[in-house]
């Protein structure tokens, strides 16, 4: 047969590269296996502890893989490098001759290998895949020219998604700039003058849906366990209402805040706040306080506390530009074109990860007749 079973760690070849040349770009990886910045303050970190990541470089972190049936491990695609934790292993594929590195990711883009790793992770709580464990684990590999053709095509559908993304991040330059204009022409104003908070309580205990809120600020499932959660306590938001997290907010240099488009009824944590706005358009309002700038008015604004919560007076007290009707309906149009593209986007990622499988089983049976006499 063509295909050729090999141990991962005979492939492969850790890398400890510190910060020495000043990079302050902090990173992390998610569960869909993808670079995403850190959301832990930075403020004040020795940088020169933290590992280094280049092109073509991997990260790799055992923690929770049981838990969460997902192997997290990504490869560095771009040409600036950037950090992440210690905590993490860094590592190249040095086995060339036998497997392409993007060939090699590929092969973890599969929830078949998810759940072997889930299979192998220790018994611990958060139940961990061991580096030497990931190591001794095995990988049947087809010749490096049937590699080639189905990275191929998985690099094509990548700068398709890729070309979309780079418009979605000139479309929000335009918006930015536009706002950034407006700060000049228009009295600032409080967000407090539009934002009336609602304290809607689920007394009868209903069955709504359990939703967080996202770094991205949106609304998402909750993954936290609600076994044993007494729902009664839980805040309701309804259709157009909005959901906002203030904790945190000077520890994370984030501000969350989410918008419910949808046509149910969430419950959100009682920890969080909830409101409703009028006299302005919600689109322009959103576009406003996810603004990076309102954010670090928000971190500005925050108490002295270990996690530096944004009290909800001064919440109430950050400004926006007052503009008028027709410059928010401008900013409106700007935002509802993101959000459409957003999800465009996200459909698109969606599909690489979906083909995937596919493009690795076709690989492997054509490794197979390949090696049929």
């Known amino acids: 047969m063509a295909l050729t079973k090999y141990k991962i760690g005979n492939l492969i070849t850790t890398v400890d590269e510190r910060n020495t040349i000043g990079i302050r770009d902090f990173y992390g990886i998610n569960i869909n296996k993808e670079f995403m910045p850190t959301v832990a303050n930075t403020e004040g970190l020795d940088e020169r502890k933290y590992k280094v990541v280049r092109k073509n470089r991997f990260v790799y972190s055992g923690m929770q893989t049981g838990r969460d049936e997902c192997i997290r491990i990504s490869m560095y695609t771009k040409d600036k490098p950037i950090l992440v934790s210690p905590a993490y292993v860094t590592f190249e594929v040095t086995a060339l001759n036998t497997v392409l590195p993007l060939y090699f990711f590929m092969r973890f883009?599969?929830?078949?290998?998810?759940?072997?790793?889930?299979?192998?992770?220790?018994?611990?709580?958060?139940?961990?895949?061991?580096?030497?464990?990931?190591?001794?684990?095995?990988?049947?590999?087809p010749p490096i020219e049937i590699q080639q053709k189905y990275v191929d095509v998985y690099n094509a559908m990548l700068a398709n998604q890729q070309s979309y993304e780079r418009g979605l991040d000139d479309l929000k330059l335009t918006c930015d700039a536009y706002i950034d204009k407006l700060k000049h022409n228009r009295t600032l104003v409080e967000i407090g003058n539009f934002i009336q908070q609602v304290n809607n309580k689920n007394i009868d205990n209903q069955k709504y849906r359990f939703a967080g809120l996202s770094m991205d600020n949106y609304f998402i499932d909750s993954i936290a366990d609600d076994t044993e959660l007494d729902f009664t306590k839980y805040k309701i938001?309804?259709?157009?209402?909005?959901?906002?997290?203030?904790?945190?907010?000077?520890?994370?240099?984030?501000?969350?805040?989410a918008r419910n488009t949808s046509n149910?009824?969430?419950?959100?944590?009682?920890?969080?706040?909830?409101?409703?706005?009028?006299?302005?358009?919600?689109?322009?309002?959103?576009?406003?306080?996810?603004?990076?700038?309102?954010?670090?008015?928000?971190?500005?604004?925050?108490?002295t506390s270990a996690r530096g919560s944004l009290s909800w007076d001064e919440f109430m007290k950050l400004k926006i530009p007052n503009a008028t009707d027709e410059e928010?309906?401008?900013i409106s149009k700007l935002y509802k074109m993101q959000v459409v593209r957003i999800e465009i986007n996200e459909k698109l990622k969606s599909q690489i990860k979906n083909i995937c499988p596919i493009l690795i089983k076709g690989s492997i049976e054509e490794g197979r007749k390949a090696g049929v006499v």
């Not at 961990?128 to 095995?138: K, P």
């Not at 938001?237 to 805040?257: F, H, S, W």
């Not at 959100?268 to 306080?289: D, H």
């Open 109 to 141: 883009l599969t929830k078949e290998k998810d759940r072997y790793g889930a299979f192998c992770s220790d018994g611990s709580i958060r139940s961990n895949l061991d580096w030497e464990v990931f190591c001794d684990m095995d990988i049947e590999l």
């Open 264 to 303: 149910e009824r969430y419950l959100i944590s009682p920890a969080y706040y909830t409101f409703r706005i009028t006299g302005i358009m919600p689109e322009y309002f959103m576009t406003c306080v996810n603004r990076p700038e309102f954010e670090r008015r928000s971190w500005f604004s925050c108490d």
């Open 237 to 257: 938001v309804e259709p157009n209402e909005y959901g906002a997290v203030l904790m945190k907010v000077g520890r994370d240099a984030r501000l969350t805040i």
């Open 328 to 330: 928010q309906s401008i």
